[in-house]
Each structure stands twice: as structure tokens, then as C-alpha cells.
């Protein structure tokens, strides 16, 4: 029936995108489990956490500030959108399931905390007293909880589970840093040193324990050892020592150790998806399967329609294709081997190379295959033509170095822009427009949006030169920037430097959302102890202790672990 | 024959080694050859080695300065050893093999070359004119080319590897810093802004391309910020972007690429050791072979007197055991398969736990078996006991924290000092000596050796504070640092930073290595780029930036695979 087929096919699109969300098959539950997954729904929700969590530039201490009623009221829609897409999971999934979930009652908690400040915040702003919007602090719960977010609750487990490693290395380490910081007031303490500001130098053993903190990150780096080194330059020994043992000992064993579970925890997460994606595809298997001879299958015309229903946009040969690798034996069935790799079949991007004719050459046959014409398009496909506009891009590096008040240099500027917007044209004379600019032609979209930047960047430029009136600080840096990047196309024409910025790329929107969330903890970080850290000098101190503690020794490690396990994959 | 046996273990032994030297063998070649592998030879080639590097404290300009007679002569000595060594090599290994092989060429040009520097030097000093010793530089080539340095050659050997990857990286990276650099002189060169130092700020597109270098190091982290950000607070944005790209994202992807050459490289090794080692071994099985039945043998008279040739310090019950190994079914002869293990077998150490009484017991056996003196034995081997020297190490390092100068914090140290020998004395009352300072037993060694230097720390400080007169400030400072590492006998109660440190120790003396010939490399480079880049300031940047290539981007990054791969394995 239709219905089980929707429900089967729920199970494959879950199995295929690595969803995890146990739903209701009753048909009503279905039909609102797949607008649930519609990526329609998917999008609104990324935009309000987006919109929630940007309020923090809006409101005071503000880089933009707006009235408190516009940032309320624009807060309160973010509740309201969180609220109903609870509604709709909680009508999606068994009711035990819903509540017994922490995430769910994390979300519900959030949005009655933070309107509960809300009402108390704007009371009390109403009679004109201060107080402290402490509910902002609870925003990325939003972006944590949400069901989207998998892939940054896996990153979160994997830092729990490196947790008490890291502790004991820290330990050890902190305790080097003792070790040290008591040899140097030793050492120092007595000889009655001056720092450069005329301070007494290493005589109090905080003080040491400090900056001999700082040191590891070298944020103090040739200060601190001064007065030292000008009192004997033996004591560089101490110093050599000590960075040695402590930034790249200490540092590179915390990278291990956090890298080492990544990896561990990594294996593991793999295995219990492929465990539960078999797991779906089983069930989708059992509600579809009809019995031919002594073995369960599933019809040719069943798996079709269910292909159809998994894959809407999947085209005619596409979808006769995967038909032909799951059913060998062109039997007319698909036993349940060959069924339970549908999921991974569907993930497999097929390139179908269109060899689509030039539109011009439809328009205007006779001049397209002229031989001035295919002169032209053999010049544009030929290396040396490659070649000549890498050239070009490097005069025109050094123009930008030069001083553009020179008449004939911003003259220049013309010429450049002229040439890119010719290569451009040339291109798309030569290849068939659709097929250059397919969605997966990343860098001709590159080369092609950094020219349109270009040509934004010059007109926009001359348009303020000659207006004068509107000088804009801001917009005449940004047109800088904007004509700088265009050196960037340099890249395309390397091969091997387009392989490492593709690797990059691809773990971009990983990084990208692991940045984001640094950033807006830091961000609130910031904010809750700016004020403290103001109060005394010691937690400023402590302060920037637990900041480099989880930015440094965490976040960076996780960092810079992604990047290794990417490069192994991708180098 | 006995001239078989000894090529029989010859083999054996380089495949037990990991040695792969070609020797002849002939009789006399493999006494030689012998006498080659000794250890007296291999510490005697490493001492002069040593102190032919050492000589660069030694020469001007030097740490300590001696006469060129007195440097000079050493150098012609280390150069006699070098030449007998090679002399000797060459009595092993066949002719061919030896003018063939590129080290031993290299080690030859270097003694010559540096005889005539030494000789040109040497007539130029005698008639007082000042030349430079240009073949110091040549010096590394002795510890690189002689075939002990397998490791370092093999290390070598994986730089040079990553090189090619790394070139590409790097000029990607130049490139995104000259892309910088660009925007910097756009953005800043105009404005008319001044460094700290009041020098114009950012004005000149080299000066920029340093600045930007060094930031990456964050050597001049806020320093070179400051005057864009006082001009206007969201340039903050130019930087953070700079940093997050060429210091995170660049220097990760440093890492990850020589991590991942490192990896495949060790990989490769790994297997060709492996095959070498079988290969050997079964040069030593065809040369002991006999026909048992159908199948050849090596018997177990001869398979003794191999092992006992192999591993001459070899006790009885751990060669039975081994035989036993090989000999499964006890039929008096090794098969193949058996025979080709024993280079593995000889590798495995085995910890022969030999359960002796202890020398008091036999001595005055009444004494040590009465009940007062069970007590104390079952006190210290109690885990309280120690709890209670861990609290009396902290309370040691508040005491050391205090100031020194109080005389009661003075005599304190004597009874910490007393009770750290009292615990020694009761620790070898209770353990058996010889088994507690066992070879292996190096967490012992560690906590006595520690609590000697402890006591003739505090010793001397006291003869040197009722002496007076000799009241040298170096060795003042390091009784103080003695005093100070005392504490570190905190790590050997706490057994997960035994597993950290262990795993560091084992890694140890390959860093070690490591670390002292980029020490000798650094000094030469210093030494030869000291005077050129005091002539130019536009040298000394040059100068910072290919120190900086060399040693932060490809040693301390092959640094950290060591210690990587090495927690990958221990921990
Ligand atoms: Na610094």
C-alpha cells in the first residue's frame, strides 16, 4: 500500500542522511514526519538559531545597538519558531520517547528561562532599573539541542570523553609550570631585578606562575626573559629549558592525547552508524518484502516507486542504472542483500556528463564553426592561454602594490578589470554555459564570482572618487579588499594548490560551525567575566588561565585534529 | 664448523639489531666484523663524534675560549678515529660495496677538506692573519654518515620525503601572506600611522611581508596590532581573519602533511626491516642446516651454541625457555619457521622475577623476622606510608616557596632532608637491594637518584654558606635548582603520570638525538648568518624567516609526529 511504502521510505531516507529519530508509523505521524525532514523546515530552524544567537551584537554591550523592544521582540519569535518545531517533533515521535529525551527538556527549560528574564528584564528597564539579561548565556543551547545538530553533540562527546585524559596530562603539566615558576624565584627573587616597567621581576610566586603560563603560549614571549638574560646570559639555559619542556613537550602531548581519542571515538561513532543504518534498511526491507520462491524480495515495480519516493529529483537513467547493480540477475526482484545497499547507492554522486551542444551554436551555426571562430576556442582551451592570464594577474599585483594616486595606474585598473571580464566571455564562448557553471564546478563559480567582485569593487570605487561627497571609510577599505582577493585566482591555475584548497573547503562547514559556536561561548564568556575580570587584577589572571585552557588546549587540538584526520582522507 | 657458527650468528645478530651492512665472509672479515659491532667501538666512534662537535663552545667566537693548538688538536684527533674507523669498515665489507656507498665517500672528502682548512687556517694564524674556519660547518656530516645513525639518516631520509608536499603548502601559505601584506599596505599605508617606536607604520610592502611572517609565529603578537587598532577598533577583523587562516589553518595543515608523510614513511620502513631481518635469518638458517627426514633442520646442539654466540649474557633457564619456544613438539631439532623467529625471540625481554631473601635475613635472621621488625617492613609497604611522603614533598615545596633566609626555614631543610634518607634506608630494609635497584626497575632509580642529588645540594650549600669565600653564583644556582627537583619524586606516586612520563622517556633518546644535532645545526647557521646579518637588516629578516622555515615548519612539526605516533602506541 501507499502507506507502507511512505513508511519504508522514511526508513531509507533516514538510513541514507544518518538521521537517528525514532517516529510514530502511523500515517499521520508519517505524512508530519516528512514535512518535519523537509529541508524547507530544516533551513527555518538553522535561520532562527542563526537570528538568536547574532542578537548578542545588537544588544548592549553592543557593536550595533537597537532598542530593547526590537531585540525582545525579535527573541521572542525565535522562541516562538522553537517552540513550534517542539510541537512538531513531540507529534512526530512516541510520547515516552519525547519525554524522556534531555534534549527536549533542555529546549523547554531554555525557552521558559529565557522568557521568564525577558518579563523580569523589561519590568524592571520599564522602571528604569539595570539589571543583567543572564538567560543570553543559555543561547547555544538552542544550537546544541536541536536534532540538525548531530555532528556538533558528536564533536561535544568526543571533548567529554578526552576530558579526564587531558586532565592528567594537564596536571602534570601544571605542575612543571610549579616546578619552574619555584626555580625561578629562586634563581630571581633575590638579585633584585627590574622588569622593562620598572617593576621587581619574579619576587612573588603567582606572579611567576603567571607568567610563566604566559610564556607557554610565548604571548610574553621576549619580554619576560629580559631582565634575566641581561643579568647573565646563562639564564637562557632556564628559559630553553623551560620552552622546551612546556610549549612543545607539554603542547604536543596534549595534541596526542586529544587527537588519540578523536580517532578512537571516531572509529566507534562510524561503526554505530553503519550499525544503525543496516538496522533502518532491515526494517524497511520486512515491510516491503513479498516471497518468490524460498526467499523474501522485494518487486522491481515496489523498489522503483520507492526510489521515487526516497529520491524525487533522481533522473530516468539514474534511477535504471542503480536498478541494474541491485537487481544482477535481472530477475525482476531485488533480494535483500542488494536492497540493504540502497541507502549508499543514493549517496553515490553520479556525474552525467551531458555533451550538450553550444546554444550559439544552435543560434548561429555558420559562424560558431567559422575557423576564425574555432581558432578562438582552441586559443581559449589551450594551457598558454592559462598561462598568459596567470601573467596578467601578477602585473596586476604589483600595480596594486604601487601607489594608485598615480593617474595612469588607476587608468590601469581598467585595463585589468577589462581583461578578466574578456577572459570570462571567452570562456563561456567557448564551453557550454550550463556545463561550466554545473553545481559542482566549484572553481569556475570561484574564478567567476571573484571577477564579478572585481568589476563591483572598480565601479564602485570610481563611483565614490567621483561623487568625493560620499568618502566611506569602511566601503573604500572593503572595495580594497574586494580588488586584492581577485589575486586569488591565481589558485585555480595550480593543480596542487587547488587539492590542498579543496580539502580545506570540505571541512570548511565544520570548522565554520565549530568557530561559530567558539565564538559565541567566548563570546559570552567575555561578557560574564569582562565585568569581573575588571574588579580584580588575580582573576583577570585566572581569567585568561581557563580561557587558554579551553581555546588553546581544547578547542585548537580538536582544530587542528580535524585537520589531520581530513588531510588523511583527502591527501 | 666453528667459522660457520660465527657467520650463522653474525647474521642472526644484525637481523636481532636491525644492522644492515654488507661484510665479507671470510674468516678474518667476520672477526673484524666482530670486533666492528663491539660496544667499546660504537661508544668510542659516538665520544669523538661528540667532542668533535663540542669543539664549536670552544672556538671564537666561544662560550669558553682555548687555544687553536689545543682545538685543533682534538679536531686532528676525532678526524685519526674517523679515519680508522672507515679504515676498519672497509677491511669488513667488500671492495665494491665500499666505494660504492655514498657516506662512506662523503666522510672521506670531509676529513681532507677539513685537514686543509685546518692547515690553511693554522699557516694564516701564524702569520696573524684572521681567516674563518669554514669546514666547521662540515662537522654534522661525521654524525649523519657513519652507519650508527640509522635513525638519524632515516629521519633524514622522511624530511627530504615531505619536502615536495611542503613546498606546495608553503607557497600557498606565501601566498595568502602576500595576499595580506597587500591588503595591510592598502589599508594602513595611507593613514599616515605610527608604530610604538614612532616609525611609520606598515608603509613599505617587504617590511609588511615580515611583520606578517613573524605574526604567524606571534612573536610580535600585540605589538604590531596596536597602532591599526587605536586608529579603529574593527581592523581587530583583518587580524583575527590573518590569524585564524595562516596561523591555525596553515601551520595545521603543516602538520597534518608531515604527519601523514611520516606515517606512510615509518610504514615503508617498517617493512622493509622486516624483510632484511628474514632475509638474514634465512642466510643463517641455510648456513646451519642439515636433512632430518624430508624436511632441513637446524639441530638443537648447534641452535645452543648459536644463541649462546648471539647473546653471550644469555642465562641458562632463559635459554631453555627459548628453546623451548622454538622446539615445540621436542623432537631435538628447530624447524624453519622456528629457526627464522629467534632474532624476535632474543628481542623480547623477559623479567625473570628471582625471589631472594634478603641479605638481613640471612645475617641475623632473629633480628629481621621479629615482630617489631615485620611492623615496620609491613608499614612501608602499606600505601599510607606513601601518602605520608607525598604530604611531606608539598610541605617541602612551601618551605622551599618561603623565604630561605629565616633561619628556621633553614634548618627545616635538614629534617626533610632526613626524612627523605630515612625513607630510602627503610625501602632498601624492607625490598630486597638488588631487586629493587634492578635495571628495569627505573622508577627506583629515579627516587634515589633524586634524593642523592638532594643531599649533596644541601651539603654543598651549607660548605659554601659557612665557607664564604667561595661563594660562587653558578653553583649556588644549581643547588638550588637540585634542591628544587627533589620534588619531582611527586610523579612516582602518581601512576598515570608514570605512564606519561615513561611514554616521553622512551621516546627520549631518539629526541634527544634529534634535538642536538638541529642544536649543532642552529649553531653552525648562527655562526655563518651571525655575521652576515649583522651587515644588513634586510639579511637578518631573511635570516629570521629561513631559521623559521627550517625549524618550526619542518622539525618541530616532525617533533610532534614523534610524539604522536609514539602515544599511539603506549598509551
Ligand atoms: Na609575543
Not at 109 to 129: F, K, M, P, Q
Not at 357 to 367: A, I, K, Y
Amino acid at each position: 500500500t501507499q502507506e507502507n511504502l511512505l513508511l519504508a521510505a522514511a526508513y531509507v531516507s533516514d538510513a541514507q542522511y544518518n538521521r537517528n529519530v525514532p517516529f510514530e508509523t502511523s500515517p499521520r505521524a508519517i505524512r508530519l514526519y516528512y514535512f518535519y525532514n523537509h529541508w524547507t523546515m530544516q533551513v527555518a530552524i538553522y535561520f532562527f538559531i542563526c537570528v538568536d544567537l547574532s542578537l548578542a551584537l545588537f544588544e548592549e554591550p553592543a557593536l550595533f545597538p537597537l532598542p530593547f523592544l526590537a531585540t525582545s521582540l525579535a527573541e521572542v519569535l525565535c522562541l516562538t519558531a522553537f517552540f513550534g518545531r517542539l510541537v512538531h517533533f513531540a507529534k512526530v515521535t512516541p510520547q515516552m520517547v519525547f519525554w524522556k529525551d534531555t534534549k527536549n527538556i533542555c529546549i523547554m527549560v531554555t525557552i521558559v528561562l529565557t522568557l521568564i528574564d525577558l518579563i523580569i528584564y523589561g519590568s524592571l528597564e520599564a522602571v528604569n532599573v539595570h539589571s543583567v539579561r543572564w538567560s543570553r548565556v543559555l543561547r547555544p543551547v538552542f544550537l546544541i539541542n536541536f536534532p540538525e545538530s548531530r555532528q556538533i553533540r558528536r564533536t561535544f562527546r568526543s571533548i567529554r570523553n578526552t576530558l579526564p585524559d587531558i586532565l592528567y596530562v594537564f596536571l602534570l603539566f601544571m605542575f612543571s609550570v610549579l616546578i619552574f615558576s619555584l626555580m625561578a624565584l629562586k634563581l630571581f627573587g633575590d638579585r633584585g631585578l627590574k622588569t622593562v616597567e620598572g617593576l621587581p621581576y619574579f619576587t612573588n610566586i603567582l606572579d611567576i606562575v603567571f607568567e610563566l603560563y604566559v610564556l607557554v603560549t610565548t604571548a610574553n614571549s621576549p619580554d619576560v626573559m629580559m631582565p634575566a638574560y641581561n643579568f647573565n646570559w646563562w639564564y637562557c639555559l632556564y628559559f630553553i629549558t623551560y620552552t622546551i619542556i612546556n610549549t612543545y613537550i607539554f603542547m604536543s602531548v596534549f595534541l596526542a592525547v586529544v587527537y588519540n581519542n578523536y580517532r578512537k571515538h571516531l572509529k566507534n561513532e562510524i561503526r554505530k552508524l553503519a550499525y544503525l543504518k543496516r538496522h533502518k534498511m532491515i526494517e524497511a526491507f520486512n515491510i516491503l518484502k513479498v516471497k518468490v520462491g524460498t526467499e523474501f524480495v522485494v518487486m522491481e515495480a515496489q523498489w522503483r516507486r520507492l526510489a521515487k519516493v526516497v529520491a524525487p529529483h533522481i533522473s530516468g537513467p539514474h534511477l535504471e542504472l542503480l536498478l541494474r547493480i541491485s537487481d544482477e540477475g535481472q530477475k525482476g526482484h531485488v533480494d535483500k542483500v542488494n536492497f540493504l545497499r540502497l541507502a549508499d547507492l543514493l549517496n553515490i554522486q553520479v556525474v552525467t556528463i551531458n555533451i550538450r551542444r553550444h546554444p550559439l551554436e544552435d543560434w548561429m551555426p555558420r559562424v560558431y564553426r567559422s575557423s576564425a571562430s574555432l581558432l578562438v576556442q582552441r586559443m581559449v582551451q589551450h594551457r598558454i592561454f592559462v598561462w598568459v592570464y596567470d601573467v596578467i594577474i601578477l602585473i596586476n599585483a604589483i600595480f596594486i602594490a604601487l601607489d594608485e594616486r598615480n593617474p595612469f595606474i588607476s587608468y590601469a585598473e581598467w585595463l585589468f578589470l577589462s581583461l578578466y571580464i574578456i577572459e570570462i566571455l571567452l570562456k563561456l564562448y567557448t564551453y557550454e554555459p550550463r556545463a561550466y557553471f554545473d553545481r559542482r564546478q566549484f572553481w569556475n563559480w570561484f574564478d567567476t564570482l571573484i571577477i564579478i567582485a572585481a568589476l563591483v569593487a572598480t565601479v564602485a570605487n570610481t563611483t565614490i572618487q567621483s561623487a568625493r561627497k560620499y568618502n566611506s571609510q569602511q566601503i573604500l577599505d572593503i572595495v580594497l579588499i574586494l580588488r586584492i582577493l581577485r589575486l586569488l585566482r591565481i589558485i585555480v591555475s595550480i593543480q596542487r594548490f587547488r587539492v590542498i584548497v579543496t580539502t580545506l573547503i570540505n571541512i570548511g562547514p565544520t570548522i565554520l560551525t565549530f568557530g561559530g559556536l567558539v565564538l559565541v561561548d567566548v563570546l559570552s564568556l567575555l561578557l560574564l567575566a569582562g565585568g569581573f575580570a575588571l574588579v580584580t587584577h588575580q582573576a583577570a589572571k585566572l581569567y585568561f588561565i581557563g580561557f587558554h585552557i579551553v581555546v588553546v588546549i581544547l578547542i585548537v587540538n580538536i582544530f587542528i585534529a580535524f585537520i589531520l584526520e581530513a588531510f588523511f582522507v583527502a591527501y
